[in-house]
């Protein structure tokens, strides 16, 4: 599968204290000989910001996109087709709260699947403790082969992409439906530990089903959770 060009799509929420980070992570991996070569668009799209999330994009010369949808599914689309339209052959998606390795995109295109589904790594375990962050590490697949799907690390041929429909607009488990739908259309998905990223496991999330929801129910459900005061 040959790519022209590449975008990089970030929904985010008044995300102003990570967004930065994110986008400086991402820029490392535009850097790398694999992909230097390529357009790069990467694509903030700014959904329901009151904050200064928007400003800190432009200013660190990338583009914004404005929404009030509250809805990340919404969202994920809105940067997709915005990608598309500038001649994106390949979409690369995370989240603002998270941090991508260096050759996150280029073990992504390296792999030449229709799909890419990456694992994730958590950057600070404080608000759970050793106890939960052993509990992951000892039921969590991070290898090739795992099933996990994760918005925060997930890559999509824009031919594939088109071939379903795109993401459904849907407030949870958009990830989950748009490999769903992949999966079944026949597409050729990796199932990789290659491309790699770290994202938050903060208590205060943004996605009422996504990664930061299911650490805490899980903690919940093992009574691991700090005390409201605490958090």
């Known amino acids: 599968m040959s790519i022209g060009a590449i975008g ?12 930065a980070r994110c986008l400086a992570s991402i820029e490392a991996a535009v850097g790398t000989p694999a992909v230097a070569p390529l357009p790069i668009h990467v694509i903030v799209v700014c959904d329901a910001c009151t904050d200064r999330t928007l400003e800190i994009v432009e200013a660190m010369g990338h583009t914004a996109i404005s929404c009030d949808a509250r809805n990340v599914g919404i969202a994920r689309a809105l940067g997709a ?17 998270t941090v ?19 694992t994730i790594g958590v950057d600070d375990w404080d608000v759970y403790g050793d106890a939960m ?13 795992h099933r996990h799907i994760h918005g925060a690390n997930l890559g999509i041929s824009a031919r594939a992409y088109r071939s379903v429909g795109g993401f459904a607009h849907l407030a949870n488990s958009e990830d989950v439906a748009i490999v769903g739908a992949l999966e079944a259309a026949g597409a050729h998905i990796a199932w990789s530990a290659a491309p790699r990223v ?26 691991m959770l700090l005390s409201a005061q605490s958090v």
């Open 133 to 145: 962050r052993r509990y992951f590490e000892r039921t969590y697949t991070d290898q090739d082969g």
């Open 100 to 118: 991508v390795c260096r050759e996150w995109l280029s073990a992504q295109i390296e792999l030449r699947s229709d799909v890419v589904c990456g």
């Open 198 to 223: 770290t994202t938050s496991a903060r208590a205060v999330f943004r996605a009422t089903a996504g990664f930061g929801a299911t650490l805490a129910a899980v903690a919940a459900e093992a009574g």
């Open 81 to 97: 087709e915005a990608a598309l339209a500038r001649g994106a052959d390949w979409l690369a998606f995370t989240d603002a709260d």
């Open 8 to 19: 990089v799509i970030v929904p985010a929420h008044d995300e102003e204290a990570l967004i």
